[in-house]
């Protein structure tokens, strides 16, 4: 069946670059989201690509699709301490209903 | 900006009562949903709602639980009878447009954090 799978843990610095890789098994996948979960809080859409794309940048977030291999990749430029975050992988395939990764919780070190 | 919003935000029953979930999706919007998350594992699709009816669901979304847009802003999930296992936190999300060759983003609200004793 369809899943996503993430890592479960990333570190960077403040001010580094972070990578957060997300891969799924859904050929038919047509959007590809990134959502954002702050402690407490609802799921925040941060991003999203269409599936015919292979990057979209949006300020200081870049998303890479590569489709052949099913992976998909967000890179958050800068990181500061507020991107201190789950960051939740998920892809919408042939129906209405969205697959989600188990998230990757980043920490941002001072 | 316009948000889905859900009340209450905490709420704790007795194994066996009836809760109902509510939800104001944002208020163009057409497409209806309801996830979960239970701790430490994903967030799984319950159902999804449009036109008055559901369109799909989930092999979890079985007869204990249903879905109701009373009136022209509200949306709700109603679990029967509520088991151990049925403590979550409850998503309901909303869009525009449901079909896959359309742009669609999915909105989610805060959740309710539903904690069955």
């Known amino acids: 069946g369809e899943d996503v799978e993430q890592s479960l843990f990333l570190s960077v610095r403040e001010g580094d670059s972070s990578v957060i890789n997300c891969t799924y098994t859904?050929?038919?996948?047509?959007?590809l989201y990134w959502y954002k979960q702050e402690p407490g809080a609802g799921l925040q859409l941060l991003t999203y690509i269409f599936s015919n794309m292979d990057m979209k940048q949006d300020q200081r977030l870049t998303v890479l699709l590569n489709k052949k291999d099913k992976h998909l990749s967000l890179r958050i430029a800068d990181t500061q301490t507020g991107d201190s975050a789950i960051y939740f992988c998920a892809e919408r395939g042939s129906s209405y209903k969205l697959i989600f990764g188990s998230g990757t919780r980043l920490l941002v070190r001072p | 900006e316009p948000e889905v919003t859900q009340t209450p935000s905490h709420q704790v029953t007795q194994m066996g009562q009836e809760v109902i979930l509510r939800c104001v999706p944002i208020s163009n919007h057409l497409y209806f949903y309801w996830y979960r998350q239970i701790l430490g594992q994903k967030v799984e699709f319950l159902v999804s709602?449009?036109?008055?009816?559901?369109?799909?669901k989930s092999e979890i979304f079985d007869d204990q639980f249903s879905v109701e847009r009373p009136d022209g802003s509200n949306f709700t999930l109603k679990i029967r009878s509520t088991k151990l296992e049925d403590s979550a936190m409850y998503f309901c999300?909303?869009?525009?447009?449901?079909?896959?060759?359309?742009?669609?983003?999915?909105?989610f609200g805060s959740g309710t954090q539903l904690s069955v004793l």
């Open positions: 859904d050929s038919s996948s047509t959007y």
């Open positions: 709602f449009y036109n008055n009816e559901i369109s799909e």
């Open positions: 999300a909303s869009s525009v447009e449901g079909r896959r060759t359309t742009n669609e983003k999915l909105f």
